[in-house]
């Protein structure tokens, strides 16, 4: 099963529109994915992720940003004051779950993705203006499976982890 383990943000400031973009149901912050993730490994994950041990902090939600770029970008994303603090909770989950990563980290939160991958469009430079900060509470590491579905992801939760 495709897969990632990632925070859910339960508020998300919505000033940005695009009809072109289609809005996200599910607001998180990708962690780690994978493509492929056996029944088996899905569980020693889900019995790892007990061992997590860290406390809630908050990020400054303050600038949209796209992938891959903005001449064409396929979504729309906050982009965050303390990238520095939300790499570094990264990399100890990644090392305490034991997970091999070599990816580039680019801390988002997705708000609005393509509505067809094979159509262009250009996004306005208005969407790019600073946005006014908005808190976000970072309070859980989350499991989820990921199927795609009409060109949009449905997400199932596997295991919800609290931090305190």
Same mark, same amino acid.
């Given at each position: 099963m495709r897969a990632f383990l990632g925070i859910d943000i339960l508020f998300v400031n919505?000033? *940005?529109?695009?009809? +072109?973009l289609n809005e996200v149901k599910s607001h998180h912050l990708t962690l780690f994915f994978w493509d492929d +993730? #056996?029944?088996?490994e899905s569980k020693? &994950?889900? %019995?790892? &992720?007990?061992?997590?041990?860290?406390?809630?902090f908050f990020l400054t939600a303050d600038r949209i940003i796209s992938f891959p770029d903005k001449e064409k970008p396929q979504l729309l994303a906050l982009g965050f %004051?303390?990238?520095e603090i939300i790499q570094k909770f990264r990399e100890r989950i990644i090392s305490l779950l034991q997970l091999a990563d070599k990816t580039i980290f680019h801390p988002h939160v997705t708000l609005y993705r393509k509505e067809k991958l094979d159509s262009s469009f250009k996004?306005?430079?208005? *969407?790019?203006?600073k946005i006014n900060e908005t808190k976000i509470t970072i309070d859980?590491?989350? +499991?989820? #499976?990921?199927d795609p579905q009409k060109g949009l992801n449905q997400y199932r939760l596997l295991k919800k982890i609290l931090l305190e």
């Open positions: 919505k000033d *940005i529109n695009h009809n +072109l +993730l #056996s029944e088996a020693d &994950m889900q %019995k790892k &992720m007990g061992t997590i041990e860290e406390k809630r %004051k303390e990238e996004v306005s430079k208005e *969407i790019y203006k859980n590491v989350s +499991l989820y #499976s990921s």
